[in-house]
């Protein structure tokens, strides 16, 4: 079912299947990490632009974090001619199904040209780990970018659905259906915010991060239905410096892109602890944590 206004909203979020959380993530080397064409607006003055040996500080600074809060990271090696490869939240939607006991990914069909070819290379990795690889099916011609847009309820078997720049609504039926699950979707309506994780950051099954500006009144309404706490980044942090982008492994840490400082007040203020890191160089692509990683099951 696919759930795409308040009204319709016909269950309680606490009546929802259970959802262990993720505990193993993805890291992609950013090896091949650059700006070499311009699919968002925060691309567009830095063609170019990346210093890629403190891209790879930076990144090694994220694997580090991981580790440290025992977090195994997945290393996957970035590819030539792929520069975004780095955001390997994009490529694929990992499930797990609690009723099936079933681990798999379902694979995205990008909307940006430029990025197609990274999505096999995938496929192919989970396959290898043991991962059952689904597919939305063949006759339908529609846009995915996986957790990009596709965002799991922490704790609850629900999927949060934007749509609007990368993914096609007609995607979260075809995955509803595919993954027997139920779907919310979220109209974003900026294209500073192209991707749901750009302005949406899920950190506990009570708790979510959101840029506001990124939602009309329905959405903003709809997702104060789904979490009692609703903590608002400032619109300059959000936008800027990707505080959304943030992400809760075990609902306690946030690692965030360092010096969101109305951001990680309000996140110290609801109990969370922040980690900052910094990530600039992934900034100048229209990326921050929650997308250079990817938690699986
Ligand atoms: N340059 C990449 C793109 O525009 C950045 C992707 C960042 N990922 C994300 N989920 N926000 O596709």
Same mark, same amino acid.
């Given at each position: 079912?696919? #759930? &795409?206004? +308040? *009204?319709?909203?016909?269950?309680?979020?606490?009546?929802? @299947?259970? =959802? $262990?959380?993720p505990?193993r993530?993805?890291?992609?080397?950013?090896?091949?990490?650059?700006?070499?064409?311009?699919?968002?607006?925060?691309?567009?003055?830095?063609?170019?632009?990346?210093?890629?040996?403190?891209?790879?500080?930076?990144?090694?600074?994220?694997?580090?974090? #991981? &580790?440290? +809060? *025992?977090?195994?990271?997945?290393?996957?090696?970035?590819? @030539?001619? =792929? $520069?975004?490869?780095?955001?390997?939240?994009?490529?694929?939607?990992p499930?797990?199904?609690?009723?099936?006991?079933?681990?798999?990914?379902?694979?995205?069909?990008?909307?940006?040209?430029?990025?197609?070819?990274?999505?096999?290379?995938?496929?192919?990795?989970?396959?290898?780990?043991?991962?059952?690889?689904?597919?939305?099916?063949?006759?339908?011609?529609?846009?995915?970018?996986?957790?990009?847009?596709?965002?799991?309820?922490?704790?609850?078997?629900?999927?949060?659905?934007?749509?609007?720049?990368?993914?096609?609504?007609?995607?979260?039926?075809?995955?509803?259906?595919?993954?027997?699950?139920?779907?919310?979707?979220?109209?974003?309506?900026?294209?500073?915010?192209?991707?749901?994780?750009?302005?949406?950051?899920?950190?506990?099954?009570?708790?979510?991060?959101?840029?506001?500006?990124?939602?009309?009144?329905?959405?903003?309404?709809?997702?104060?239905?789904?979490?009692?706490?609703?903590?608002?980044?400032?619109?300059?942090?959000?936008?800027?410096?990707?505080?959304?982008?943030?992400?809760?492994?075990?609902?306690?840490?946030?690692?965030?892109?360092?010096?969101?400082?109305?951001?990680?007040?309000?996140?110290?203020?609801?109990?969370?602890?922040?980690?900052?890191?910094?990530?600039?160089?992934?900034?100048?692509?229209?990326?921050?944590?929650?997308?250079?990683?990817?938690m699986i099951w």
């Open positions: 079912m696919v #759930y &795409t206004s +308040l *009204d319709a909203l016909d269950f309680q979020f606490s009546d929802l @299947p259970s =959802l $262990p959380r505990n993530v993805v890291l992609t080397t950013p090896t091949h990490f650059d700006v070499e064409y311009v699919i968002n607006p925060h691309m567009s003055d830095n063609v170019g632009a990346v210093n890629k040996e403190v891209a790879f500080q930076q990144w090694k600074a994220l694997r580090a974090t #991981y &580790t440290a +809060l *025992d977090v195994s990271p997945l290393i996957v090696n970035g590819r @030539p001619g =792929l $520069p975004d490869m780095v955001f390997c939240a994009n490529q694929t939607l499930f797990y199904q609690p009723e099936q006991d079933r681990r798999g990914v379902v694979l995205s069909r990008m909307h940006a040209e430029q990025r197609r070819e990274e999505v096999p290379y995938y496929g192919e990795m989970f396959a290898e780990q043991g991962y059952a690889v689904e597919t939305l099916p063949d006759d339908l011609d529609v846009d995915f970018e996986g957790m990009g847009d596709a965002i799991w309820h922490p704790g609850h078997f629900l999927l949060w659905g934007g749509y609007g720049f990368r993914t096609e609504p007609a995607a979260y039926e075809a995955l509803s259906e595919l993954l027997a699950v139920p779907v919310v979707l979220l109209e974003l309506q900026d294209a500073d915010y192209y991707h749901l994780d750009t302005c949406f950051c899920p950190l506990d099954s009570t708790h979510v991060l959101v840029a506001p500006a990124a939602f009309d009144d329905e959405s903003r309404a709809i997702i104060e239905q789904g979490f009692d706490t609703v903590i608002e980044a400032p619109d300059e942090e959000a936008r800027h410096q990707f505080a959304c982008n943030a992400h809760s492994p075990d609902g306690k840490h946030v690692l965030i892109q360092e010096g969101c400082e109305g951001t990680t007040e309000r996140l110290r203020a609801e109990g969370f602890s922040p980690i900052e890191l910094d990530t600039s160089e992934f900034l100048k692509s229209g990326g921050s944590v929650f997308c250079m990683k990817q």
